[in-house]
């Protein structure tokens, strides 16, 4: 297994892939249209964000989308990791963590001195990001009304 930056050759690949990964990430909330992951991702790819894939014989196994943000507080500019995602087929051989660690050290490089995630509270994902010194900054909370 590699990991690598992802070259343009790689994008429709894994845009395709992404309605499933958003899927999966929201736990079975939200199935969104190609239309819509591109909408989503190309600014962030427009703003000097992209990948890192793990392949193995010319296939994709997974990746990370890794960008920044502001801290909407004190502006200063962050790490972000906006979507993390493993194929079905490949998920327990601990290539979720080789991609972060490919993420956080880019973030390390750049001199980046924090880097922040989103996931839903429910998703197992939260138990390897925690292992790997993520805490618990915000919650966000929702009440359904229907």
């Given at each position: ?16 892939l992404s309605p ?64 993390l995602y493993i ?54 909370m929702c009440l359904?009304?229907?």
């Amino acid at each position: 297994m590699n990991i690598r930056k992802a070259d343009h050759s790689d994008l429709n690949a894994i845009l395709s892939l992404s309605p499933q990964a958003i899927f999966d990430g929201t736990l079975g909330e939200v199935m969104p249209s190609s239309e819509k992951v591109e909408s989503l991702v190309q600014p962030l790819l427009d703003k000097g964000g992209f990948y890192f894939i793990a392949e193995a014989k010319d296939e994709i196994l997974g990746w990370v989308l890794v960008g920044t943000t502001k801290d909407q507080f004190t502006e200063k500019q962050i790490g972000f990791i906006y979507e993390l995602y493993i194929r079905q087929q490949h998920r327990g051989k601990g290539h979720s963590k080789r991609l972060m660690n490919a993420a956080i050290e880019h973030f390390q490089k750049e001199g980046y001195a924090e880097v922040r995630l989103s996931a839903k509270a429910e998703n197992p994902a939260v138990h390897m990001y925690e292992n790997m010194g993520f805490t618990t900054r915000s919650v966000t909370m929702c009440l359904n009304l229907e």
